[in-house]
Nanobody, 122 residues
């Protein structure tokens, strides 16, 4: 199983970035991914949820701090999740991690990407 993230970088306050995460692995062809999402961890802080999206149904969930600014979406055929981040603030600076979850042999299982750095600074 592999989750490959891309799209991080340095952006000025008020700017935008789009993160992508592609999940691959034979296990997903038998046990489809039920939920994909993004989490972030700033220096000295715990990892926190940013946004998740389910499949089927595409039900979304956002942290209060990003509502109205970030949009999560997914391409089920490609097992890819996106995070469009607008109106970025310095407090959005963190390492962003992609997450994929499904049920394997009836038990919940999570997978994580390696993380991509997002820095919001002037």
């Amino acid at each position: 199983v592999q989750l490959v993230e891309s799209g991080g970088g340095l952006v000025q306050p008020g700017g935008s970035l789009r993160l992508s995460c592609a999940a691959s692995g034979r296990v997903f062809s038998i046990n489809p991914i039920n939920r994909m999402g993004w989490y972030r961890q700033a220096p000295g802080k715990q990892r926190e949820l940013v946004a998740t999206i389910t499949s089927p149904g595409s039900t979304t969930n956002y942290a209060d701090s990003v509502k109205g600014r970030f949009t999560i979406s997914r391409d089920n055929a490609k097992n890819t999740v996106y995070l469009q981040m607008n109106s970025l603030k310095p407090e959005d600076t963190a390492v962003y991690y992609c997450n994929a979850a499904h049920f394997l042999r009836g038990l919940p299982r999570d997978y994580w990407g390696q993380g991509t750095q997002v820095t919001v600074s002037s």
